[in-house]
């Protein structure tokens, strides 16, 4: 059961600590044993009624509604994301750009790798856009 015990900590380690916290924890955690007994009782072994009950117990997203959870906005990543590839884009950009002029000066090829890392940024972009729309 101790493997129970690791399995609700983990789904609720995002949750901030309260006393509705604890109790909704110990009410899953009472939940989950008598799952594991009664399929202990029809003849599963430990291990595998363990990791049934697990599995059909499934996520706690309506757990975490009931908490009223606020986890972190998935904007704000999409956000960094998009900061990210733009930065990382002009660096590589610039990176092709000192080859192209260093070593071949007299073709200009940069250009075509150009297009191929400049859509980076702009799927980044509109992911972005689209979250925030939605």
């Not at 006393?19 to 599963?44: H, P, R, S, Y």
């Not at 059909?56 to 309506?62: K, R, V």
């Amino acid at each position: 059961m101790n493997h129970l015990r690791k399995h609700v900590d983990e789904l609720f380690k995002e949750i901030p600590d309260s006393g509705k916290k604890a109790t909704i924890m110990q009410e899953v955690m009472q939940n989950l044993e008598e799952k594991v007994l009664d399929l202990m009782e029809q003849g599963k072994a430990e291990d595998d009624a363990i990791n049934k009950a697990i599995v059909e117990f499934g996520d706690i997203e309506d757990l975490k509604k009931e908490l009223d959870v606020k986890l972190p906005a998935k904007n704000n990543l999409r956000k960094l994301n998009l900061g990210y590839s733009i930065w990382g884009s002009f660096l590589i950009i610039s990176l092709f750009i000192f080859i192209n002029l260093y070593y071949t000066p007299n073709v200009i090829w940069f250009v075509y790798p150009t297009f191929a890392v400049l859509w980076w940024p702009l799927t980044m972009y509109f992911s972005w856009k689209k979250a925030k729309k939605g």
